[in-house]
């Protein structure tokens, strides 16, 4: 008797569980523009390193593209950890993208957001050395930033066609 109300309450919660509602909000799809139909063009300087892995993942001329993504690139560095004596030991960087998609032979504007990423690296004994970890962590953050606003504008042009 007990083992069948033991059953009975777990395909309840099983059957309960399955139809809780949930849908992602951000998601690939097979079918989803690729990056290929995308042209980055930047309103500001970002920087080699930003601009260098933006480039890596849309490289397409305007011409070639359905869409235009005019993207305002921002990069900040925030102390996390001081020590005793003053000195910074970890910093948090930041890197922002407030970006416009529109459609390449229309014009019209499709979507605006933000998107963010985030990296953290410790300072090394070497200066050559923290330059590097900051480098790693500018490009960590970067394709951070970039796979979310991958991801949301692929949502919103599917959501809008």
Do not use: W
């Not at 993504?69 to 922002?96: C, F, W």
């Not at 990296?119 to 490009?139: C, F």
Request: hydrophobic fraction near 35%.
């Amino acid at each position: 008797m007990i083992r069948l109300i033991k059953i009975y309450i777990l395909f309840l919660l099983i059957l309960v569980f399955a139809g809780c509602g949930f849908k992602p909000i951000y998601k690939t799809t097979e079918g989803s523009p690729n990056p290929e139909t995308y042209a980055i063009t930047f309103l500001n300087d970002p920087g080699y390193l930003i601009k260098n892995k933006v480039t890596e993942l849309y490289n397409n001329s305007p011409s070639q593209s359905l869409y235009n993504i005019h993207m305002n690139a921002k990069q900040g560095s925030i102390p996390l950890v001081t020590n005793t004596d003053g000195t910074v030991s970890k910093y948090r960087i930041e890197v922002s993208f407030a970006f416009d998609v529109t459609e390449s032979d229309s014009k019209n504007k499709i979507y605006t957001d933000i998107s963010r990423g985030f990296a953290e690296y410790l300072v090394q004994t070497s200066e050559i050395e923290t330059e590097e970890k900051r480098k790693q962590a500018i490009e960590i953050a970067t394709q951070e930033a970039l796979q979310m606003m991958s991801i949301k504008i692929q949502s919103n042009i599917l959501k809008s066609q």
